[in-house]
């Protein structure tokens, strides 16, 4: 199973909205609405912020969103703060006859 | 409040055998999945494989299918990774991560990772 797609880095104002992409296929981000979006900080363990396509987690602020479109699932992130500089990463349900779950490669969100 | 402590990292030559653990602690650790997710150096998250809630679903990722080996016991709160014939390629932050769900469908929770080097 390969990677699903990420741009490698994505930038914007403060108080800008940002839009990052996840491509997978069929198998994975199309078959199931099981996509979720971590938010890591340098040195620091990945962070949960969104799960299955749009749900927040509790304390996850609402400039938070997610969506998804046959292959292809998409975090947008508004009102852009400072401390929202981080790398994210899509990841998906894979499975079927075992678990299996795949991540994208990553996208470095840069604050300008 | 979760909490997940990974241990058992460390500096081993390739070929050899690595068994890492996770304490889990502040749920009910028999309700949910778990996984082990990686990341190399400087590289990107890396699902490494994932257990059912009671042991009924197992996978593996490709690249360590065959030389890792995921197990948890529901009466001690703990999860277990088994890596047998580690290659350089294996090193990495290993995290152990709670899933959101019995099933295993989103790793939610994560530990602070324990590090494995494999090296001549």
């Known amino acids: 199973q390969s990677a699903l797609t990420q741009p490698a880095s994505v930038s914007g104002s403060p108080g800008q909205s940002i839009t990052i992409s996840c491509t997978g296929t069929?198998?994975?981000?199309?078959?199931?609405?099981?996509v979720s979006w971590y938010q890591q900080h340098p040195g620091k363990a990945p962070k949960l912020m969104i799960y299955e396509v749009s749900k927040r987690p509790s304390g996850v602020s609402n400039r938070f969103s997610g969506s998804k479109s046959g292959n292809t699932a998409s975090l947008t992130i508004s009102g852009l703060q400072a401390e929202d500089e981080a790398v994210y990463y899509c990841c998906s349900y894979a499975g079927g006859s075992t678990l299996h779950v795949v991540f994208g490669g990553g996208t470095m969100l840069t604050v300008l | 409040e979760v909490q997940l402590v990974e241990s058992g990292g460390g500096s081993v030559k390739p070929g050899r055998s690595l068994r890492l653990s996770c304490a889990a602690s502040g749920f009910t650790f028999d309700d949910y999945a778990m996984h082990w997710v990686r990341q190399a150096p400087g590289k990107g998250l890396e699902w490494v494989s994932g257990?059912?809630?009671?042991?009924?679903?197992?996978g593996y990722a490709d690249s360590v299918k065959g030389r890792f080996t995921i197990s948890r016991d529901n009466a001690k709160n703990s999860l277990s990774l088994q890596m047998n014939s580690l290659r350089a390629e294996d090193t990495a932050l290993y995290y152990c991560?709670?899933?959101?769900?019995?099933?295993?469908?989103?790793?939610?929770?994560w530990g602070q990772g324990t590090l494995v080097t494999v090296s001549p």
């Open positions: 257990i059912s809630w009671n042991s009924g679903s197992i």
């Open positions: 991560a709670k899933d959101g769900d019995s099933s295993g469908y989103y790793p939610e929770n």
């Open positions: 069929s198998s994975d981000v199309g078959s199931y609405n099981l």
